[in-house]
């Protein structure tokens, strides 16, 4: 029987509501119809639905209870001994987590009201590692603190498998991140492959797009934190960790979609590597875009973020030999592994350009070079081939979620022109009237499309 944490939900309430006509038409027997709502559980469908708001009702509800529960213990926390500090807090964290997995795991009567409140006890842990620091005077760094309740929280959602305490420890890492980073430039190093050997086991057998994007997003900006700190902005890593994360990202996020239990957390990844690599092209589209970084703070192999910078875009490479041999079994998303791929060669020649050609006079006092324009060139061409590809990978797949992108890709790259460059404002109307009224009948040629491949693929 398939699982329906591996399907989409949008694929099974098509496939509920297609099933019903089909049976109403006899297309498929009345046996065979049941077999497939059996197989995908499409039973299921309307209470898996409102399980997220069910979740997050009882997390705001028990929320408001703690802020009585603590407004109450506050107005009496001066007068208490310490003993009965610790064992109030302890106990209050032990109620949660116990009471919350009683009736998630063992009862199974209320499980969200069960889930949210195993939720409250990882936050309650956290307020306690601060209180504790509180009751007993123990001055250390408020980030050793943070890092605590991110393992502790991360190891509540391995044991019972909940994603909000997965996006607990995610963020909270980063907060660590952040300010570990202060003290030792490798942390940067260290974190990103930490991060992905702990959250994207995780994500993956949850099967979340959420924790996966959330994962993928901390990893590539761990890699820029480092050229964030120390002597001042490294810019030249920054742009580079973001095309290797990007370029890593899409490579196996293409992959992945190809089968239907990766689907999801394939299709985040590829959503996290063109944001990435789209950033980046748009940056060096422009050419004060390309001048900023050709002039930015010469400490490129100074910065321990290159280290994982440069790590991602090698991982990347045998991903990208694989597309270039299995390109042709990729169905549609064969158009978009080629616009990505074409993207980050450009992005890449338009960086290379840039990081190559140093000068140690102010961009600002000097005329445009050729290099420059070059490089800008490759930066728009690198955003049209990005737009390109999700646009004939939407025709293909039939995925608005291509769509759309693409066409604000495309407006975005216009629109961008017109702001860099001086021009009459009557032809700076024109442009924009254009792009709005190509927005609106591409989105209703698109939308007209789709029905007429419906109607197509109904007929028998």
Not at 353 to 369: D, G, I, K, N, V
Request: charge should be positive; hydrophobic fraction near 55%.
């Amino acid at each position: 029987m398939a699982d329906p944490r591996h399907i989409s939900a949008g694929f099974r309430r098509r496939l509920r509501d297609e099933l019903a006509l089909w049976r109403a038409e006899g297309l498929v027997a009345p046996e065979q119809a049941d077999a497939l709502a059996a197989r995908y559980r499409l039973a299921d469908l309307a209470k898996e639905s409102s399980s997220t708001l069910l979740l997050s009702l009882y997390i705001v509800g028990a929320l408001l209870v703690a802020g009585g529960v603590v407004s109450f213990v506050a107005a009496n926390w001066g007068g208490l001994p310490p003993a009965p500090k610790v064992a109030l807090i302890v106990l209050a964290m032990l109620t949660c987590h116990m009471g919350g997995f009683y009736l998630w795991k063992v009862r199974q009567t209320h499980p969200w009201l069960g889930h949210a409140l195993i939720v409250l006890g990882t936050l309650v842990f956290g307020a306690n590692l601060g209180l504790m620091a509180q009751i007993f005077n123990i001055h250390s760094d408020i980030y050793n603190g943070v890092a605590a309740w991110a393992v502790g929280a991360m190891a509540v959602a391995y044991a019972v498998g909940s994603v909000p305490n997965a996006f607990i420890a995610v963020a909270a890492s980063f907060v660590w991140l952040c300010g570990a980073e202060g003290y030792s430039d490798w942390t940067s190093v260290y974190y990103p492959l930490l991060a992905a050997t702990v959250f994207m086991p995780f994500a993956y057998r949850r099967r979340s797009a959420v924790i996966t994007a959330m994962a993928l997003a901390v990893i590539a900006l761990g890699m820029m934190v480092g050229a964030l700190h120390g002597r001042g902005p490294d810019w030249r890593v920054v742009v580079l960790a973001a095309v290797g994360a990007g370029s890593l990202y899409v490579a196996a996020g293409l992959l992945a979609v190809q089968k239907e239990a990766l689907r999801r957390v394939g299709i985040a990844a590829v959503v996290m590597g063109a944001i990435g690599l789209g950033l980046v092209a748009c940056s060096l589209s422009f050419l004060e875009g390309v001048k900023e970084l050709r002039y930015s703070t010469w400490r490129l192999f100074d910065s321990p973020g290159l280290v994982s910078a440069g790590a991602a875009a090698f991982c990347s490479i045998p991903l990208w030999v694989v597309h270039v041999i299995g390109w042709r079994r990729m169905g549609p998303m064969r158009p978009l592994s080629l616009g990505l791929f074409a993207a980050v060669v450009l992005t890449a020649g338009a960086i290379g350009l840039a990081l190559t050609h140093p000068s140690s006079q102010p961009y600002h006092y000097r005329p445009a070079e050729t290099v420059d324009i070059t490089a800008a060139v490759l930066g728009n061409i690198a955003v049209l081939a990005l737009a390109v590809g999700l646009l004939a990978s939407a025709m293909a797949a039939v995925d608005r979620r291509l769509f759309w992108p693409g066409v604000l890709l495309l407006v975005l790259l216009v629109v961008s022109r017109f702001f860099e460059y001086e021009s009459n404002l009557m032809w700076k109307a024109t442009a924009f009237l254009a792009c709005g009224l190509g927005i609106i009948g591409g989105g209703l040629w698109f939308e007209s499309y789709l029905r007429r491949r419906r109607a197509a693929d109904e007929q028998p």
